[in-house]
């Protein structure tokens, strides 16, 4: 069955065929037939904000026009407080659900920013670099709304999902209340959203302290395969996949040989162990470090395997990718 919404102006009806509810504009209603429903929304912010909130709801009821003729939903220029006026016969929580995922919309791209920066502050305090800050900013909210370089059909489900969530807790509000102000709603009403934006804060935050320690770690060790003493002419990473490594010198001799005959315990045949990714690297990387070759040939079927990325950024120039293995 089609449902209908109805708008009353004195003696003219307009059909719009894609809602519920029967509303009669300011003005129109004779008499006291139907009580008048008025909501003000205080965003706590600047005009600017305040309009911006008005055109996201107002994109809610195309076709309802205010007094200005843009939407129901109008900033007053006395308080910049969002308003609307009108007398709804039927549907009203229809209305309001519409208006509750408007404004959840809306902290979601207004206030989460901000939100994020805060926390941001809190832990590099306010002169920290900002340009750094908004990259982290952006990421946090990458990571909320589920985009991922691994998963790119899932992008923006987090978003959607936050705005549905919280659309409920706003019309539930507005069906009873004709004042919100939204900064106190998201702070007395919303600690799941806050605990949920403070975690995405606090794990970017994690990964850059990380990524940075990871950064200087790769400089020290630069630095020491630029300034440390050559002892081997090459040596030859035989790479077949995983953390399958053999180390070969210049005459494609087993590395390790060599190793037990200079009586260095570093690079002498361990029992195996079970180790994970980060133990089998540093092994590897030690062992090479320890060679100190003029040249390093990297044979291997994937390039792009994360240890040997970190073998290329540690050695640099010295280091070369041979596509053949040799036999």
């Given at each position: ?190 600690k799941e959203y806050q605990d949920e934006v403070k975690e995405a804060a606090e794990t970017t935050i994690e990964e850059r302290i990380m990524e940075r320690q990871y950064q200087e770690f790769m400089s020290l060790l630069q630095s020491m395969v630029e300034w440390q003493e ?98």
């Open positions: 069955m089609l449902s209908i919404y109805k708008i009353y102006h004195i003696e003219l009806s307009i059909v719009y065929p894609f809602f519920g509810h029967h509303i009669v504009s300011k003005g129109d209603a004779g008499g006291d037939q139907v009580k008048k429903d008025e909501w003000t929304i205080d965003t706590g912010s600047c005009r600017d904000s305040s309009e911006r909130l008005a055109a996201m709801l107002n994109q809610s009821f195309a076709g309802l026009s205010g007094s200005r003729g843009e939407g129901p939903w109008e900033v007053s220029p006395e308080d910049n407080r969002v308003r609307c006026s009108l007398t709804i016969e039927k549907g009203r929580e229809d209305f309001c659900a519409r208006t509750g995922i408007a404004l959840a919309e809306f902290i979601v791209s207004e206030r989460e920013p901000c939100l994020l920066r805060q926390w941001m502050h809190k832990k590099y305090g306010p002169r920290g670099d900002q340009v750094e800050a908004d990259v982290m900013i952006s990421e946090a909210i990458a990571l909320l709304d589920g985009e991922t370089d691994f998963e790119p059909d899932l992008a923006g489900w987090g978003r959607s999902r936050r705005i549905k969530r919280w659309g409920q807790p706003f019309a539930d509000f507005m069906l009873e209340n004709g004042f919100i102000h939204l900064d106190g709603f998201l702070r007395f009403r919303m050559v002892r081997v002419p090459a040596v030859h990473v035989l790479h077949s996949g995983g953390h399958a490594f053999k180390l070969l010198d210049e005459k494609m001799r087993p590395l390790e040989k060599e190793a037990e005959a200079a009586g260095d315990p570093a690079l002498e045949e361990e029992p195996p162990t079970e180790r994970d990714d980060q133990e089998e690297e540093s092994l590897l990387v030690s062992r090479l470090l320890a060679a100190s070759p003029r040249y390093l040939y990297i044979h291997t079927t994937d390039p792009e395997a994360q240890v040997i990325r970190t073998i290329l950024g540690i050695f640099g120039e010295r280091a070369a990718l041979c596509p053949d293995m040799p036999t």
